[in-house]
């Protein structure tokens, strides 16, 4: 990863440069084509960059360090950062009666944000997405289940069993390891997580944490 992102600065900086020196100084043809070209240039640059930083995350996961945390202060402060987001709705649901787990801070923030771009990318067209979390404690299953549902696009039926494998993805931009990074993040706090569709259009991710599990750590 480290390697492919060495020359991927200076090819940036190489169009910036050629834009700044010559779009506004050439006719209106050629100008076009330097528009054309180096924002192509640009934009292709930034899509490996993120690219190589997913699989650069996925392949390098920091060990998790666990502490008494509550899960919906994590879900609240994540969802924060949406708040201004132009065609998003998030609304909350979060049981107020949850117990403390044992989580990795950074790695569960870092997961709940995944969850809610990959809703945020669904979003079909001229439509407004709504995003539902919820929290429930189910004791009798001992365990806490976080759900995200929105109203986007959905799972692709064909892919549905392998949404959390590395590189699935049906996006133009991406590295399909979003999804895959949030399993391997669930999956060191013992926990599960889980994909469906919903009706009349719109996709579900269910997080499960085993509080016996939490409170051995």
Known sequence: AHEIKNPLTPILLSAQRL??????????KDSAVIDK??????DQVGSMDSMVSAFANYANTPEIKKVSTSLNALVNKATSLYDNQ???RIDLDLSGNLPKL??????ISRALINL?????????????????????????????????????????VNILDQVFEPYITT???????????VQ??????????YASNVEPHGARVTIEFSIIASQRS
């Open 184 to 193: 391997n993040i669930i999956e060191q706090h013992d926990g599960q997580i």
């Open 19 to 28: 834009r700044n020196l010559f779009l506004d100084k050439l006719d209106s």
């Open 86 to 88: 132009t065609g998003v």
């Open 37 to 42: 070209t180096t924002k192509t240039i640009i």
């Open 171 to 181: 996006k133009s931009k991406g590295g399909g390891l979003g999804l895959a990074i």
């Open 116 to 156: 809610i771009k990959n809703s945020i990318e669904s979003k079909k067209k001229k439509t407004k997405l709504n995003i539902v979390i919820k929290s429930r404690i189910v004791k009798d299953e001992g365990i806490v289940r976080l759900t995200v549902v929105d109203n986007g696009i959905g799972f692709p």
């Open 102 to 107: 044992q989580l990795d801070k950074d790695s």
